[in-house]
């Protein structure tokens, strides 16, 4: 064993062993009994208090051990220096921590259940697939899970209103109905031939103006946590339906802005500093919400303090907007674009209308350069060499000169 410099030094990996070992050979351990805990007992308080470095130590392990077999709970203590179990003792009614051994047999123990894995096929599989080809189709209709069809005609990063969405947001818990008022309504609005009405296409022709003036880039700056995730879905509906490079009658454009999703306020300190004096290739959007789902107030703590006390009884939304206007104003100064979607509220209604705005945004920017907004052969062209890279079975000639 090493030497010990301190009478609380943890015990060593030798020291754990060694006890382990006592016990082992004192016979008092079965072939059922688990190794919950080996650490050290402490030495009285008077010797840590006078230890010198000096005196030798007197090294002592406590354990603790349960034997699956009876359920029972053991304590012990072992004498490392005289290798010797001096202590030994039942203790009736306790349940120690579950050991890492235990949970992956309790793990494998219920994945392995035919009562489990029966539950799983009633309650929790479902399938969302094509409804009349694929792999997926057939195994779930060879494994009798529910189906829910993706309409031929939706591409993936439009289907949100479709079972794609709607499937997995009605499990959660989301009321799918008002989701889809919202929507209808962004609808109708977006069909309007009033431009003041029509915010879709006022927003489409704002950023077709200002990528048509070089801003080829598109900062999506979301100032509410709950609207964050849908930066992420907004990035690819923007990224996948607009990055062209012909147009629909095949001339070459390699068209289309570059999303970028950032979180406000937290991005000011990461990424503002690029937007506010780097290359102007950007647009800025800004994502709020008038009414915030939760309201907090900043607790008026260290009022003393000149940095922070101003602070102290105004509401966190206060500051949120604060920042956001702050951060909107230094852009404009600094000759930045930006302009910025305003929600009445985070609820299924109103995220139902802005997600369906989004989109016809999207289709009329398609309009709008002149590409198709609904297609994505470059990613077509990525699978294609996937397969041949995999394997798959005639798709061999689309990977010839490609190297993993």
């Not at 060694?18 to 082992?24: D, Q, Y």
């Not at 921590?97 to 309790?106: A, G, R």
């Not at 694929?134 to 069809?149: H, N, R, T, V, W």
């Not at 947001?169 to 977006?190: E, F, P, V, Y």
């Amino acid at each position: 064993m090493k030497n010990t410099i301190h009478p609380l030094e943890p015990l060593s990996r030798e020291e754990v062993g060694l006890a382990v070992k006592i016990l082992r050979d004192s016979g008092k351990i079965a072939a059922s009994t688990r190794f919950v805990s080996v650490s050290l007992k402490e030495p009285p308080k008077a010797f840590v208090h006078d230890f010198t470095g000096v005196e030798t130590l007197p090294r002592e392990a406590a354990a603790v051990l349960f034997d699956n077999a009876t359920n029972a709970c053991f304590e012990a203590e072992v004498s490392l220096s005289d290798l010797a179990v001096t202590s030994w003792r039942h203790v009736p009614g306790v349940q120690p921590t579950m050991t890492s051994d235990e949970q992956i047999e309790c793990e494998r123990a219920v994945l392995s259940s035919p009562e489990f894995k029966a539950a799983l096929k009633r309650q929790l599989n479902i399938a969302i697939t094509d409804a009349e080809k694929g792999d997926l189709l057939s195994i779930a209709k060879a494994e009798q899970y529910p189906l829910f069809f993706v309409p031929a005609n939706v591409g993936g990063r439009f289907s949100v209103f479709t079972p794609v969405g709607l499937v997995p947001a009605a499990l959660i818990g989301i009321d799918i109905a008002r989701l889809l008022k919202g929507a209808a309504a962004a609808t109708a609005q977006s069909w309007s031939a009033r431009l003041e009405e029509n915010l879709a296409l006022r927003s489409a022709q704002i950023h077709c103006a200002l990528d048509a003036q070089g801003k080829k880039s598109e900062v999506v700056f979301a100032y509410s946590s709950y609207l964050w995730g849908s930066a992420f879905w907004y990035r690819q509906l923007w990224a996948e339906s607009l990055g062209k490079a012909q147009d629909r009658q095949g001339n070459p454009v390699e068209t289309g802005q570059t999303p970028i999703a950032a979180l406000g306020v937290t991005d000011q300190h990461s990424q503002l500093q690029l937007y506010m004096e780097g290359p102007r290739d950007k647009m800025i959007t800004f994502w709020d919400v008038e009414r915030p789902r939760v309201e907090l107030t900043i607790p008026k703590a260290l009022a003393e303090y000149e940095s922070c006390g101003y602070l102290g009884g105004k509401k966190l939304s206060r500051l949120l907007r604060a920042e956001r206007a702050a951060t909107e104003a230094a852009l404009t100064r600094a000759g930045r674009p930006n302009c910025r979607w305003t929600l009445a509220r985070v609820d299924e209604a109103t995220i139902g209308a802005f997600f369906q705005t989004l989109e016809f945004q999207t289709a009329f920017a398609g309009e709008l350069l002149g590409i198709d907004a609904f297609d994505q052969p470059g990613v077509e062209l990525g699978k294609k060499l996937t397969y041949g890279l995999m394997g798959r079975r005639g798709f061999a000639e689309w990977a010839k000169g490609v190297k993993i």
